[in-house]
C-alpha cells in the first residue's frame, strides 16, 4: 500500500469550473507538500503545508492533521492549469526522517 | 537564477545495456536527490546526497544501479546491465540542506529511459 494516496486520478473540467484534489497519507509526517508537473516532467512546489490552510491565488490547500487528509482547490480553473498535481508528504520518523513519499499524482486537463 | 540541469533529456536503450544520466545542481546546493518515477507513479527516492556523502540509498537497487557525486556539486547515476522495468523519468532535484532542516527542493526537467 502507498504511503500517499490521491483521489480522482484523472480529472477532467470546463473552464471556470471548481477543482478539488484529494490527498491522504498513512505515515507520520512534518510537512505536506503539493506540486505541479507539466508535460516534460518538470515539477514545480505550489505548497507546503503543515497546519491549516494557504492560499496563493487562484490556489487554496487544506490540511487536516488529525484526519491525515489534505485537499487542493483551484478556483475558476484555466486551460493553463492542466497538468499532474502531486501530493507528497516529508516522513518525521526515524530512519526516514526528511524523506519525501509522493502519491501517483492526478492528471487535470481543462477545456475551454 | 539557472535551476537543475539534466542530461540526455531522452534515452532509449536495449535491455542488458549500461546508460549513465548526469544533473547539475543549483549552485550552492548542498543536497542532491535522485528519483525514479515510473509512468503512471510518482517519484521514489533512489539516493540522497548530502555535499559528496551519501545520506539515503535504501531504495536503490544496488545490485545494478550506482551514483555518485565526486566533488559535490555535479552527480552521475548509472545503471548497468538496464532491466525492461527501468524505463522511467529519472529526476534530479537539489535542495540548500536536507535531513532535519527542510529547504524547498527544486526539480530538474528529468531523463526519460526508455529500455526495449
Known amino acids: 500500500k502507498n504511503e500517499v494516496e490521491q483521489s480522482p486520478q484523472n480529472l477532467t473540467a470546463q473552464e471556470g469550473e471548481f477543482i478539488t484534489i484529494n490527498c491522504s497519507y498513512s505515515v507520520g509526517i512534518s510537512a505536506l507538500h503539493w506540486l505541479q508537473q507539466h508535460p516534460g516532467g518538470g515539477i514545480v512546489s505550489l505548497f507546503m503545508?503543515?497546519?491549516g490552510k494557504k492560499k496563493h491565488g487562484r490556489l487554496i490547500a487544506t490540511i487536516n492533521i488529525q484526519e491525515k487528509h489534505s485537499s487542493l482547490h483551484i478556483t475558476a480553473s484555466h486551460p493553463r492549469d492542466s497538468a499532474v498535481y502531486i501530493c507528497?508528504?516529508?516522513?518525521?520518523?526515524?530512519?526516514?526522517?526528511?524523506?519525501?513519499?509522493f502519491g501517483r499524482g492526478t492528471q487535470l486537463t481543462v477545456w475551454p | 537564477e539557472a535551476g537543475v540541469a539534466q542530461s540526455p533529456r531522452y534515452k532509449i536503450i536495449e535491455k542488458r545495456q549500461s546508460v549513465a544520466f548526469w544533473c547539475n545542481p543549483i549552485?550552492?546546493?548542498?543536497?542532491l536527490y535522485w528519483y525514479q518515477q515510473i509512468l503512471g507513479q510518482g517519484p521514489k527516492l533512489l539516493i540522497q546526497?548530502?555535499?559528496?556523502?551519501?545520506?539515503?540509498d535504501s531504495q536503490l537497487p544496488k545490485d545494478r544501479f550506482s551514483a555518485e557525486r565526486l566533488k559535490g556539486v555535479d552527480s552521475t547515476l548509472k545503471i548497468q546491465p538496464a532491466k525492461l522495468e527501468d524505463s522511467a523519468v529519472y529526476l534530479c532535484?537539489?535542495?540548500?540542506?536536507?535531513?532535519?532542516?527542510?529547504?524547498?527542493?527544486?526539480f530538474g526537467p528529468g531523463t526519460r529511459l526508455t529500455v526495449l
Open positions: 532535484a537539489s535542495s540548500l540542506v536536507g535531513g532535519r532542516s527542510y529547504n524547498e527542493q527544486f
Open positions: 503545508l503543515s497546519s
Open positions: 507528497a508528504v516529508r516522513s518525521d520518523r526515524g530512519s526516514t526522517l526528511g524523506r519525501l513519499y
Open positions: 549552485s550552492g546546493h548542498a543536497t
Open positions: 546526497f548530502q555535499n559528496n556523502g551519501v545520506v539515503d
